[in-house]
């Protein structure tokens, strides 16, 4: 509480209240993530033949690999 009062104050006076910022991807790399899923996905139906035989616990692991990718590039 004790906190949240003294940056009150500090906003009142008019004091810079330094907040964490939220890291992006840039619009670039997002649409490289967007084509290696997409290509990931095209693999995996000619694969397996089509996507509803593609196995659960391959999808995750897609799913995961795509996630982690554009994590990584987080700016």
Known sequence: MKLLLENWRKL????????????R???????????????????LKE???NTSEIPIDVIEIMETLV????????K
Not at 12 to 21: K, T
Not at 67 to 74: F, G, N
């Open 12 to 23: 009142l006076e008019g004091e810079v209240i330094d907040f964490p910022h939220q890291l």
């Open 25 to 43: 991807v840039s619009g670039e790399d997002l649409q490289r993530v967007i084509v290696l899923e997409a290509r990931i996905g095209k693999l």
């Open 47 to 49: 694969l397996y033949g």
């Open 67 to 74: 996630d982690t990718v554009e994590e990584s590039l987080k």
